[in-house]
């Protein structure tokens, strides 16, 4: 039943957001940090944060996605945050210790977007409200663990999420991580996180 609803939430979402188009693209060299996880039955999110450049400037930049169901299916909640964001908030001298700590309140509505969606259910016609950002912080700290190592050489993906298309070239050399922290308050932990260095990889992404 979640996987048929994330399809819906999937294919309607565009439909209530079409007003508005913003478009990114960055190039990615350096260090990244990536976390994706089922919080629960209910939920699941994605993150990734990435230096990259821009007219030869270090930038830093965040894809950040997550669904919640309500518990009787009545509803859907997607929590999108992308862009640029400031390169203090994403440290670290090397891959073995990376710390992102965002508020995602002070970002720049120029290169970036903040935004919490609930699609209803209960109704005929699903009704939209899209409003900021739930308040809170983003802290996370990823320890490069070793367990696993991978040079990606070329990889081209394209994905959906909600309103967003995600248009991605990859080329980097990444590890395995342990990450814990927080996001907007729930606790995350996990063994499962990936760290590494991107070579000049681009994202894309379309709202």
């Known amino acids: 039943m979640k996987q048929l609803l994330a399809i819906a939430v999937i294919a309607l979402f565009p439909l209530a957001l079409n007003a508005q188009t913003q478009h990114f693209k960055f190039t990615n060299d350096g260090a990244f940090a990536a976390i994706s996880a089922d919080s629960d039955p209910l939920s699941n999110f ?24 309500a518990a009787d ?36 509505p120029t290169n970036s977007f903040s935004q919490s969606c609930t699609l209803d259910f209960s109704q005929v016609d699903p009704v939209f409200t899209c409003v900021s950002a739930p308040a809170g912080t983003i802290h996370l700290e990823f320890h490069q663990n070793g367990f696993e190592r991978n040079r990606l050489l070329a990889r081209e993906q394209f994905s959906t999420f909600g309103p967003i298309t995600i248009h991605s070239h990859d080329r980097a050399d990444t590890s395995s991580a342990n990450v814990q922290g927080t996001i907007f308050g729930a606790a995350v932990s996990s063994s499962s996180a990936t760290v590494g260095v991107n070579h000049m990889s681009t994202l894309e992404f379309t709202r």
């Open 46 to 69: 994605r993150l990734q944060v990435s230096r990259s450049s821009f007219n030869r400037e270090t930038t830093t930049n965040i894809i950040f996605f997550a669904f919640t169901f």
């Open 73 to 108: 299916f009545s509803s859907a909640t997607l929590v999108q945050i992308g862009g640029q964001i400031p390169n203090s908030a994403f440290t670290g001298d090397n891959t073995q210790t990376l710390v992102l700590d965002l508020d995602p309140s002070t970002l720049d």
